[in-house]
């Protein structure tokens, strides 16, 4: 069955970096594009970024541009945020999800794994 | 990318049917057949419940449908159940090539 675990959350100091991973199993990590999705505390879901299946196409959003970066080693199964100039508005659980291969619908989530930015 | 919009909350008793709207634009929404709707329970991670406007992966129960009409798209919940109660997201492919989600709608069983 298709298990995604993220990993690598915690506490970290205004303008610190992090670094998040996904470990995928039970599918083709390769042939799938991913993404992570965050959720500050009681509130929404915010898209964060999505890389393609080769790695070759990645898009952010705007509130990460620049600070954040995806990555992924299908060798590995592997997906990746490296996560720098954190602020305080960064405070969230971070999931990763597969994106559907046709539809653009995240359809499996992780469990999440909780970035908290304060001094 | 602002957020797509949805009401804050809506309600209905067992049995009943509800409508949660997601009002976009013609760079999201409106322009492409790329909304989804999630279903999320506290302290648990989002699960897909409608795709590509009306699609119902598999598993999910047929008393979840979605449609969509210009820059809004519904998920309509009939014969509500107190397991329906939840927080509902849309998200949306946009013409910038990113995803949007919308600002949630808390569905409460009466």
């Known amino acids: 069955q298709v298990q995604l675990v993220e990993s690598g959350g915690g506490l970290v100091k205004p303008g610190g970096s992090l670094r998040l991973s996904c470990a995928a199993s039970?599918?083709?990590?390769?042939?799938?594009?991913m993404s992570w999705i965050r959720q500050a505390p009681g509130k929404g879901l915010e898209w964060v970024s999505y890389?393609?299946?080769?790695?070759?196409?990645?898009y952010y959003a705007d509130s990460v541009k620049g600070r954040f970066t995806i990555s992924r080693d299908n060798a590995k199964n592997s997906l990746y945020l490296q996560m720098n100039s954190l602020r305080a508005e960064d405070t969230a659980v971070y999931y990763c999800?597969?994106?559907?291969?046709?539809?653009?619908?995240?359809?499996?989530w992780g469990q999440g794994t909780l970035v908290t930015v304060s001094s | 990318q602002s957020a797509l919009t949805q009401p804050a909350s809506v309600s209905g008793s067992p049995g009943q049917s509800i409508t949660i709207s997601c009002t976009g634009t013609r760079s999201d929404v409106g322009g492409y057949n790329y909304v989804s709707w999630y279903q999320q329970h506290p302290g648990k991670a989002p699960k897909l419940m409608i795709c590509?406007?009306?699609n119902r992966p598999s598993g999910v129960s047929n008393r979840f449908s979605g449609s969509k009409s210009g820059n809004t798209a519904s998920l309509t919940i009939s014969g509500l159940q107190a397991e329906d109660e939840a927080d509902y997201y849309c998200s949306s492919y946009t013409s910038g090539s990113t995803l949007v989600f919308g600002t949630g709608t808390k569905v409460t069983v009466l």
């Open positions: 890389i393609s299946s080769s790695g070759s196409t990645i």
């Open positions: 039970g599918f083709i990590f390769s042939d799938y594009y």
């Open positions: 999800a597969r994106i559907h291969s046709s539809g653009w619908s995240f359809d499996y």
């Open positions: 590509e406007v009306s």
